[in-house]
């Protein structure tokens, strides 16, 4: 069965893909693991997620898909990763995200 990412919504054909990283769960509500939900994301996502907010804030302010999928932070991103088929991507975790779990 092909994945849909819950984020970018892009179907993911991961029984033709053998990277069982290819796509992630990610607790919507960090380092709550046992009580959050959790969400399929695939690996560009997950990893864009983790980069652009701190632990705290997905937990205080984005502990859903639709507020992360409204996220400003998000938008170019979203926009960008729509329109490609890539499954992995290199981000750089912005300084603020690094000073705040640094
Ligand atoms: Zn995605
Ligand atoms: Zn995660």
Redesign the pocket.
């Known amino acids: 069965m092909p994945t849909t ?6 179907i ?1 054909p991961v029984e033709t893909i053998r990277d069982p990283q290819v796509v992630q769960e990610h607790h919507l509500r960090p380092e709550e693991r046992a009580e959050s939900p959790t969400v399929m ?6 990893k864009q997620l983790h980069a652009v907010f701190t632990n705290g804030e997905l937990r205080e302010d984005y502990d859903t898909i639709s507020a992360l999928q409204a996220a400003d932070r998000l938008q170019d991103y979203l926009d960008w ?1 729509r329109n490609t088929e890539k499954l992995d991507i290199q981000v750089s975790t912005s300084n603020r995200v690094r000073k705040r779990t640094g």
């Open positions: 990412c819950a984020l970018c919504r892009r993911i994301l695939c690996r560009p996502c997950h990763i």
